[in-house]
């Protein structure tokens, strides 16, 4: 059994930087996906990057440029770095991984990150 729990989040002003970690619990084997997903209040869940244990990464077109998805795997975590942030980076974040040969997903609960002044 794996968990994921979440931290780093908080208020910040527009232009602010803010760094959540994932640290997972557990044991797995086989190829992975890591990420990290973002939900408004009144809008889906949506991604916002991934990080596959091949090294690919993929980011949402809104957070280009802006955030950086890393790891440590002697840890067990991935963070996210979140510079230049916006008002409608507003959300709560939640932490996932993909286990490929299990087919298994797991969540973390989920922090708050607000931008406003």
């Known amino acids: 059994q794996v968990q994921l729990v979440e931290s780093g989040g908080g208020l910040v002003q527009p232009g602010g930087s803010l760094r959540l970690s994932c640290a997972a619990s557990?044991?797995?084997?086989?190829?992975?996906?890591m990420g990290w997903y973002r939900q408004a209040p009144g809008t889906q869940r949506d991604l916002v990057a991934t990080?596959?244990?091949?090294?690919?990464?993929v980011y949402a077109d809104s957070v280009k440029g802006r955030f950086t998805i890393s790891r440590d795997n002697t840890k067990n975590t991935w963070d996210l770095q979140m510079n230049n942030l916006k008002p409608e980076d507003t959300a709560v974040y939640y932490c996932h991984l993909h286990l490929d040969f299990q087919n298994l997903s797991y969540w973390g609960r989920g922090t708050q990150v607000a931008v406003s002044s």
């Open positions: 557990g044991s797995w084997f086989g190829s992975y996906v």
């Open positions: 990080l596959t244990s091949f090294g690919r990464i």
